[in-house]
């Protein structure tokens, strides 16, 4: 019987919950399947994805430093990867050809629509213009927020993000976007409605993030990407002050469904069985 091969490449990747995540899944809907993490340095990636299609794999996940680096081998990209500059899934089809999707803007998407229940859509701040930062912007755009300020440690990085998404989504772009330093940030936390950490700041092994949520409305949301830690200081903080918050495990899981969707054509259920699994594994 054929077996259903798929990987996640990326480096470092030992880590990666996502072989967990997906032969969960695959063992539960009695899927003949493989799910496998691949070791892949920038510069092994062509000769890696050529080697994987040969083999006969049904497509990949990518994670850093691989999800820009990909875009020079689509055959065919949606208007998300596109806008994004990002892709960090790979179908392959049978014609041989590449196909490039980004899970993570459904992924973040599905998460905040749990964290925040009401329309009320009017500020966000975004901390971070990096591959997450801007599936973060795409999905708050497509939710019609009406401002949405990229705070960054380089700003010139953040005015770049801006001029693509005004140039990819033409007319229709009803958000304002606008770009700040990140030691700016201060100022302008009294007034957002959802506050999001996209960079690596509080991960395991990077510094904290300082954010002085005291400033923050006690109605506001706070969404850290992060999942390992599982709480953050930023989350731990937001607790504190009783706002609401969510770290980056659900995301995770979401934007892995979809991928899963894109390789076999089913959509697994996420448990609190295997969130718990993956907490486990985190701690
Ligand atoms: P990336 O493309 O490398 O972007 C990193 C961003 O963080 C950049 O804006 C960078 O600013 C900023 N940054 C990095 N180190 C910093 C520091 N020490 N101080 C201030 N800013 C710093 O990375 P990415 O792919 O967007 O991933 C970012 C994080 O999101 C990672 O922790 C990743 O695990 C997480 N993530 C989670 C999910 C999920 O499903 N939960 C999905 C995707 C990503 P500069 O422009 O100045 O370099």
Redesign the pocket.
């Known amino acids: 019987m054929k077996i259903n091969k798929i990987a996640i490449l990326g480096y470092p990747i030992s880590h990666s919950l996502s072989p967990v995540i997906h032969n969960y899944w695959l063992k539960e809907l009695h899927i003949n399947g493989k799910y496998e993490a691949i070791k892949t340095p920038i510069n092994y990636f062509k000769k890696t994805i050529e080697k994987l299609y040969k083999k006969g794999y049904k497509g990949l996940n990518l994670t ?1 430093p691989l ?1 820009e680096e990909a875009l020079k081998y689509l055959n065919n990209k949606d208007k998300i990867v596109d806008t994004i500059g ?1 892709t960090n899934v790979l179908v392959f089809s049978k014609q041989g050809l590449i196909e490039g999707k980004n899970t ?1 803007v459904y ?1 973040f998407k599905k998460s905040l629509t749990k964290l925040v229940k009401r329309k009320k859509r009017e500020m966000a701040i975004i901390i ?6 801007r ?1 973060v912007l795409y999905a708050l755009i497509e939710m019609k927020y009406k401002e949405v300020i990229l705070f ?3 700003r010139k ?1 953040a005015e770049r993000v801006k001029k693509k998404f005004l140039k990819n989504f033409i007319s229709n772009l009803k958000t304002e976007i606008v770009c700040n330093d ?1 030691k700016n940030i201060k100022k302008n936390l009294e007034q957002t409605d959802l506050l999001i950490n ?4 509080g ?1 395991k092994g ?2 904290i993030l300082n954010i002085d949520v005291k400033k923050l409305k006690k109605n506001s949301a706070v969404f850290d ?3 390992n830690p599982l709480e953050t200081k930023l989350i731990k903080d937001s607790k504190k002050r009783g706002i609401k918050n969510i770290n ?2 659900d ?2 899981l979401y ?1 892995a469904q979809q991928s899963f969707y894109y390789w076999l054509n089913k959509t697994p259920k996420i448990t609190k069985k295997l969130k718990k699994i993956l907490e486990k594994e985190i701690k």
């Open positions: 850093i999800k990002a993570d992924g971070g213009s990096g591959g997450a930062a599936a960054n440690r380089t990085n990140l996209t960079t690596p700041m991960m990077f510094p990407l992060i999942y980056g495990l995301m995770l934007q």
